[in-house]
């Protein structure tokens, strides 16, 4: 999966405008970054990633950057 | 002394599934130590086998088996083969997920209403057949306050919460000449396993306390605080309550 396919999926993922999302994106800034944005993300990464997030990470998400990261697969 | 009480379970066959930890375990545990005689169903076979030894009493029975496959009418005659008949049943099995509905797909959807839904449908299914049930059987359902009051991220889970209130109240309608008893609990969020893994979606135990933990005046509930509604609810000290909703969630809806 190239980059650019990965913050389309995380765009869809938030059901956020792809225009407010790059790597530098910090997460606090978008609307949609709320409860359900953050277990949205959760979920997408353990179902196409196979990625299970401790409460640790998910604390230490704080760029969009931060979830490419855990997008390793 | 409370084997003369209404609330005593004394000889009477009580099957309950998800017996393996949580609300089950507590209603195991209360049940036997009220009278009655346990099958407990879960499918952790170490973890059931190590409430079966903890029950008070003698005569209980652990069926392990995965209600996933469609297998509820098997484990009633399994049940009925080893205690002949049943006098209740508490359907504790269920399972949750916490997604938003915009990303639930239709297969979450049947994997909670296979467990939270169908297995119960099968299961009384089949104990209600002639034979297989004894006189003034009661049956409950564990519902959720999800389904009551609604709840963000919990759409599925909270439709086959709902879906099991309705069809409560049906069964209730439908069986009253037989003096057979549907009622469902609804808990409020209870200390469980299943809490344990919605704790882990927040970022840190503040989250989790505002969302979750300040919503019920009394404190989150444990496991015993509901397994004594649905004991009652079982025992004869509760036959003239059949198609009720009982809730019991330290205040959730007066929040």
Same mark, same amino acid.
């Given at each position: 999966m190239t980059i650019d396919e990965k913050l389309n999926l995380i765009a869809e993922t938030l059901d956020a405008?792809?225009?407010?999302?790059?790597? %530098?994106?910090? %997460?606090?800034? %978008?609307?949609?970054?709320d409860s359900m944005g953050t277990i949205s993300i959760i979920s997408m990464l353990d179902r196409k990633f196979g990625k299970v997030l401790t409460a640790d990470e998910i604390a230490e998400l704080k760029t969009v950057q931060d979830i490419l990261d855990m997008m390793c697969a | 002394m409370i084997n003369s009480s209404p609330f005593s379970l004394n000889g009477h066959n009580i099957l309950i599934t998800g017996a393996s930890s949580g609300i089950g375990a507590a209603v195991a545990v209360l049940a036997a130590k009220n009278g009655a005689v346990c099958i407990i169903n879960g499918r952790d076979e170490i973890r059931l086998n190590g409430i079966l030894e903890n029950l008070e009493g003698e005569g209980h029975i652990a069926i392990n088996m995965?209600?996933?496959?469609?297998?509820g009418k098997e484990l009633v005659k399994q049940a009925v083969a080893v205690k #002949?008949? @049943?006098n209740g049943f508490v359907h504790c099995a269920g399972i949750e997920k916490t997604l938003p509905f915009r990303i639930t797909e239709m297969s979450d959807l049947r994997e909670i209403m296979k467990i939270n839904l169908e297995a119960y449908w099968d299961i009384i299914q089949e104990i209600l057949r002639r034979g297989n049930h004894k006189e003034n059987l009661s049956i409950v359902s564990l519902g959720s306050v999800a389904a009551q009051y609604g709840a963000a991220g919990k759409t599925a889970y909270s439709a086959s919460k709902g879906a099991l209130i309705s069809l409560t109240k049906s069964l209730a309608a439908e069986y009253a000449n037989k003096k057979i008893r549907f009622n469902c609990v609804c808990p409020g969020y209870v200390d469980t396993p299943m809490l344990s893994n919605i704790r882990q979606l927040y970022a840190s135990e503040s989250d989790f306390s505002d969302a979750i @933990? !300040? !919503?019920?005046p009394l404190g989150l509930g444990m496991p015993e605080d509901v397994a004594g509604a649905v004991v009652y609810l079982l025992?004869? #000290?509760?036959?003239?309550?059949?198609?009720s909703v009982l809730t019991v969630d330290g205040g959730y809806g007066v929040r």
């Open positions: 405008d792809r225009k407010n999302i790059n790597s %530098l994106t910090v %997460l606090k800034t %978008l609307d949609e970054w | 995965d209600l996933s496959e469609r297998n #002949a008949s @049943i @933990i !300040k !919503k019920h025992s004869d #000290a509760s036959r003239w309550i059949t198609g």
